[in-house]
């Protein structure tokens, strides 16, 4: 009698507290989307009650194992000489150690974020040990084929990765996806096995901006407009055509106009070179790697948002965008964005590159529009908070503990 009640309990409810591993080859103190969105799935689920332990690459001799906040370090190499539009560590880990680990936490769930390295650990334990097995799909992989340095083995590439993707989400019992695009990018029978998310923000770090912070540090005058941008500055940014598209709005636009760009990476003296051939590098700011924190003050000081990126899942920034009620103008040929952006309502889309321009001018030319757009993001903030995601997140969890418990 005893068992029945005990069963029935786990299958309304399966516990009330969830041991759950995140496996990752993308971690702080890296900056990307995936190592913020992995962390503040940490921070929620924490805050929820259940236990998480992050498995990541070792980057520095600063990111220790630290069992006792959650986290345990593998040691990792870079590949950033042979492939630097990737810049991605490669972990170095023995099973053995790591299935130690795990099977001390006791985990109930298994989160693997990447499909490969650290990923095909996640895959392994889980099947030997029959726990239940969620993959997020972050990046469109396939995509980072595609940029010039790799175009000659482009197909052969994109096919591979392609089939690893593929084969690796047959293993999984539930797929995490951050926009509805990429559902179609997703080969498998049961569709209701997939489940759209976006990655969750901290708006606790966008509380208390300082909007006259871009101004005063690089001394603009109060009437300059400010174009901004929150990128990592790698080929798949399409952070070329972003400086040809600001020489153009500067020669259309009779207003000063200043393009902030935030962020670190290997492009940087060739897009240096690119603005001053184009002749705008007076206007073009290089902010280089900031701390997270000082990015809110970066959203709040600006007037539009541009992005142009070739491909995103979701894009972080332009959500952080949103949270920050700064207007945006989104390029986007993949169409991962429409899911975040309504036209005339929260920003701009578009997938023509001279629509992108006239929206950046009619965005720059009419302030009524700004603060009307601005009013209408800050509305969508709860939708993005690490709350709220963590909260769907637990409830992904339980129904699929609660499905395997039956």
Not at 335 to 360: C, D, M, R
Request: net charge positive; proline share 4%.
């Amino acid at each position: 009698m005893l068992y029945y009640v005990v069963k029935c309990c786990q299958i309304n409810n399966y516990f009330a507290t969830m041991r759950i591993i995140h496996f990752t080859n993308n971690y702080l103190p890296r900056v990307s989307g995936v190592a913020r969105a992995v962390y503040n799935y940490k921070i929620g689920l924490e805050k929820l009650g259940h236990k998480v332990l992050i498995i990541a690459p070792k980057y520095t001799r600063k990111t220790n194992t630290n069992i006792k906040k959650g986290i345990v370090r593998v040691d990792s190499i870079r590949l950033s000489g042979l492939f630097e539009s990737l810049n991605y560590p490669l972990p170095i880990y023995f099973f053995k150690k790591i299935e130690t680990i795990c099977l001390e936490f006791k985990p109930d769930i298994i989160h693997s974020h990447h499909p490969f390295f650290l990923g095909k650990i996640a895959l392994k334990f889980a099947h030997k040990y029959r726990k239940s097995l969620i993959y997020t799909y972050h990046t469109p992989y396939f995509e980072y084929f595609k940029t010039k340095r790799l175009s000659t083995f482009s197909l052969f590439l994109q096919n591979g990765v392609k089939s690893l993707i593929r084969n690796y989400i047959k293993h999984c019992d539930t797929v995490i996806v951050p926009s509805p695009i990429m559902k179609q990018n997703i080969s498998i029978k049961n569709r209701s096995q997939i489940k759209v998310l976006p990655s969750p923000i901290d708006l606790n770090v966008f509380l208390y901006p300082r909007k006259d912070f871009i101004r005063r540090k690089y001394q603009l005058k109060p009437s300059d407009l400010i174009l901004l941008t929150v990128s990592r500055l790698s080929y798949e940014k399409n952070l070329f055509f972003l400086l040809e598209a600001f020489a153009n709005v500067l020669k259309r636009l009779s207003k000063n106009v200043y393009l902030v760009i935030v962020g670190g990476g290997y492009l940087k003296s060739l897009l240096v070179i690119k603005a001053k051939k184009l002749k705008i590098d007076r206007w073009v700011i290089f902010t280089g790697q900031v701390n997270y924190t000082s990015l809110p003050h970066y959203y709040s000081g600006a007037d539009v948002f541009v992005y142009a990126g070739s491909f995103e899942s979701q894009g972080l920034t332009i959500t952080e965008a949103i949270v920050s009620g700064l207007p945006l103008v989104v390029l986007d040929k993949f169409g991962s964005a429409q899911h975040f952006v309504k036209n005339n309502e929260t920003g701009f889309l578009t997938s023509n590159k001279n629509n992108f321009i006239s929206y950046i001018i009619k965005m720059l030319n009419n302030e009524n529009l700004r603060r009307r757009i601005s009013i209408n993001q800050k509305k969508q903030q709860a939708n993005y908070s690490i709350e709220t995601i963590s909260k769907k997140l637990e409830e992904i969890y339980n129904n699929l503990l609660n499905h395997n418990a039956r």
